[in-house]
Structures are given as structure tokens and as C-alpha cells.
């Protein structure tokens, strides 16, 4: 085919010459330099050009398919070193899995080593110290691999959490943040500072963060989030109530207003605003405070602060007038009548409290609060007194001086209220338990019950 193109080509020429020769025959001048010229047929120098043009693309193209061959030389020698990194990682991430740690260890430093800004090698090589327990060399790894570049969530969020798992707090609270700057969203991330800063009591820096947030994020308005903000924002208070000063008094009173206001069954915020107006000596507004906290949420234990409060005053009267409402408009609260027995065994109405006891029992009969405030009165009506001071030394000793509550997130016990659960870190999650209604045996009474 070449030979054939190729005599094609100098027929072509060839009758070219002849066709120009024919109809120019006389010579001319061609001044390559000034002064300088070359005397021949017009035909001449036509093929000439011809073939100093073919000549120049024939040598352009000769650099081209050089060039070609140099970079798929390159490419292929590239490709046969990746093929050779790829199977250092695969036989690494093999002993890995196998639990051949050392083995695959030497495997990623080797592939580190070749490559230096691939994620997954340093990873595994760092979870392999973590394994070991060698958390700073496993940090080491991963600040290795941050200093080649890598600085995206596949390094940023381990680094954050051996760093929080060294106790090295607050370069954890830098990586997470700089984490969330890259991935505004990522709720991980978020909710490990969000702990951190729980654990250092930092409020006020959270309540910054989450104003940040407020302003930017559309994860602020993620529920979860949002009970977290107020949450920093009550805590934040509540350590600012232990300065003796009304002017700060009034300012924390405005800003738990506001936590009341955007989340009106925040119990928390409405049990600290009472206690500010009842340091305060504003009473009347602890009650209302109280009032408004029980109307909105059911939760008995504002009877209970308010209960305290007016037997403090000396005002039984509109405490027991508090309670026997509460028992008519909220049947469905079944602690209430418990705790407005144990009222009237403060105030020594016997009768009208053994009355209620006796009215509930088959509702609480496996409670054991409930069997502590019968044993109290039995005593105080010398009703079996020896039985019944034994039955409250048994009760006493599990401390079961109030209901159980339990946490509405992760189920965690706790005897009596809490603003805050210490297991699943949340604000405003106890409610007494209600399991507690159901009745069983006597034999799992006593076997099970006085643990609650």
C-alpha cells in the first residue's frame, strides 16, 4: 500500500513538472537573500516548495507519533506502578481483615511511602494503632496525611476522635470545626463538638457556634439541634444564677423567657425561672412561673416545687387547693393524687390522705414510693407499727423516697426529676414512668420492683 501510494505520488509530481514546464519555459530569478538568487524554471521551483512543505510535515508528524509513544510509554509505566500499588493495598487491606495487623501494616507504610495522598492506607494504618492502643501514633498518622493534603472528612473526622480519645480536647474542637466549615451538615461531626464542649461546660461557646449556625445552617432546624441550642443556652444560666446580683438576675430571667418561648414544654427553663423569682422574693411569680410550666407540660413535679414552696410560706391552704384542682382537670395524671397524699401526710390530714392511697392502690400497688407513703402513714396512725416501720427501712434502703422517672430518649432510670440525662446527653427528656401503672404478682413485687 506504501510503495503503491508512493509511485502515485511521483507520477502526480512528476506531471506536474511537465504541466508547469510546458507553460512557463523560461527561466526566472528567485531572491532568496538581497543580492542573492537562484536562476531556474518556475516549474522547478513550484516542486520545490511542494516538496519542502511535505518535508516539514513529514518531520512534524515524526515529533508527533515520538511524542505519542513517550507518553504511552510513560502511561503504561504508570499504570504497571499503580497496578503494583494497588496490589500492595489489596494484600494490606487482606491481612487487615484477618487480623494480621503487623503484616498489613508494613503493606500501607509501603504504599504511603509510593503514594502520599491517597486517604484509605493511612486510615487503616491508623485503626491498627488505635487497636494496639497507641492512639499518638495513630494521631501521628493521620497529621501525616493531613500535611500531604488530605483534609477532607475521610481524615478529619478519626483525627477529631483520637484526639477527643487522647484527651487532647481542644484540637478535637479545631478539627471538628474545621470539618464543619468543609461539610456544613454533617451531623457527626457536629454533635461530637457538641459534646466536647458539654464535657468543658463550654455554653457560652456552643450557644456561639449554634448562633453561627442559626445563620447559615439549614441543620439548625433539625429538632434534635434545636433542643441542644437551648439546652447550652439553660446551662449557661444556671451557672450565671450562682452570682448574687439582681441586675444579672434580670437579665438571666429574660433569657430563659426566651427559651420558654421557643420551646414552651421546656421544663428545665420554667424550674429555674421559679427558683430566680423565689430567690428574688417574688413568690407570687414562682407560682405563676410553676403554674404555667404545669398547664403546659403535665409534669407533676411542679406541684411538688410549688408544694415546697407555699408550706414555706405558710400557706397550705392554696397548695391543697393547687392539687385537688390538678386532680380534677388531669385524671390522666396518675402520680398527681401521690403526691397530694404525701401533702396531706405533711400536714398530718391523715384520713383524707389514706383516702386517696386507698383509692389508687390498685393503680400503684407495685410502685414502691407508693408502699412508702402508706407504710408513713400507717406509722402516724400507729396502724402495725412494727411491720410497718420494717417495710420502710426495706423501702429507704433502695432510697425510694420519690416516683422513678425515666428518660423518654434512651430509657435511663432515675429517682425523681432531672433537667438533664447523663447517659444519652440530653435536656428535658425524664417523665415519671409509666410502666409503673401495670400490675403484677406480688412475688415480682418484691422480687423486682424495690430495684426500680
Known amino acids: 500500500m506504501f510503495f503503491r501510494t508512493f509511485f502515485l505520488l511521483v507520477i502526480f509530481f512528476f506531471s506536474l513538472f511537465i504541466y508547469f514546464t510546458n507553460l512557463n519555459p523560461e527561466n526566472i530569478n528567485f531572491y532568496y537573500f538581497k543580492g542573492k538568487a537562484i536562476t531556474s524554471s518556475p516549474a522547478v521551483l513550484i516542486i520545490s516548495a511542494l516538496f519542502v512543505g511535505g518535508f516539514v510535515v513529514f ?19 504508570e499504570q504497571k506502578k499503580e497496578a503494583i ?92 470545626k474545621e470539618l464543619l466549615e468543609m461539610e456544613p451538615n454533617n451531623k457527626k ?48 444560666v444556671k451557672d450565671k444564677t450562682k452570682i448574687n446580683n439582681n441586675k444579672t438576675k434580670e437579665e438571666l430571667i429574660k433569657e430563659l423567657k426566651d427559651i420558654i418561648k421557643e420551646d414552651k414544654k ?34 407533676p413535679f411542679f406541684l411538688k416545687k410549688m408544694e415546697d414552696m407555699y408550706l414555706s410560706l405558710n400557706d397550705p391552704d392554696l397548695i391543697l387547693k393547687i392539687y385537688r384542682r390538678a386532680i380534677v382537670n388531669y385524671p390522666e395524671q396518675k402520680a398527681i393524687p401521690v403526691y397530694y397524699a404525701n401533702l396531706c401526710l405533711r400536714l398530718e390530714m391523715l384520713d ?16 414502691p414510693f407508693f408502699h412508702f407513703l402508706k407504710g408513713e402513714f400507717l406509722s402516724h396512725r400507729g396502724d402495725f407499727k412494727d411491720a410497718c416501720m420494717e417495710f420502710k427501712k426495706v423501702i429507704k434502703s433502695y432510697g425510694v423516697d420519690d416516683f422513678t422517672y425515666k428518660c423518654t ?6 429517682l425523681g426529676w432531672s433537667p438533664y440525662c447523663d447517659k444519652c446527653k440530653q435536656w ?16 415480682e413485687i418484691r422480687q423486682t420492683q424495690l430495684f426500680l
Not at 352 to 367: P, T
Open 409 to 414: 430518649n434512651c430509657n435511663e432510670v432515675s
Open 352 to 367: 383524707e390522705g389514706m383516702k386517696q392511697l386507698n383509692d389508687i392502690e390498685s393503680i400503684w400497688d407495685e410502685n
Open 189 to 236: 461531626a457536629l454533635f461530637s463538638l457538641i459534646d466536647i464542649l458539654k464535657k468543658e461546660k463550654a455554653w457560652e461557646e456552643g450557644i456561639e457556634i449554634f448562633k453561627e449556625m442559626k445563620k447559615s445552617n439549614k441543620l439548625y432546624k433539625d429538632q434534635n439541634i434545636m433542643k441542644q441550642f437551648l439546652g447550652f443556652r439553660y446551662e449557661f
Open 59 to 77: 518531520i512534524f508528524n515524526i515529533f508527533r507519533d515520538i511524542k505519542r509513544s513517550y507518553k504511552r510509554f510513560i502511561l503504561k509505566r
Open 428 to 443: 428535658n427528656v425524664f417523665v415519671i414512668k409509666q410502666d409503673e401503672f401495670k400490675e403484677k404478682p406480688k412475688e
Open 85 to 176: 500499588l494497588l496490589k500492595e493495598l489489596s494484600e494490606g487491606e487482606e491481612k487487615f481483615f484477618k487480623g494480621k495487623l503487623d503484616e498489613a501494616a508494613k503493606h500501607f507504610k509501603k504504599f504511603i511511602s509510593k503514594r502520599s495522598n491517597y486517604y484509605k492506607p493511612y486510615l487503616l494504618l491508623a485503626e491498627i494503632y488505635k487497636r494496639k492502643n497507641k492512639i499518638d501514633l495513630a494521631i501521628e498518622v493521620l497529621e501525616n496525611g493531613k500535611s500531604k493534603g488530605i483534609k477532607g472528612i475521610e481524615i478529619l473526622m478519626p483525627l477529631a476522635e483520637l484526639y477527643t480519645l487522647n484527651g487532647n480536647l481542644e484540637t478535637a474542637k479545631e478539627n471538628f
Open 266 to 299: 421546656f421544663v428545665p427553663a420554667y424550674v429555674l425561672l421559679g427558683d430566680i423569682y423565689k430567690d428574688l422574693e417574688k413568690t407570687a411569680e414562682s407560682g405563676r412561673i410553676w403554674g404555667k410550666g404545669f398547664t403546659q407540660t403535665q409534669e
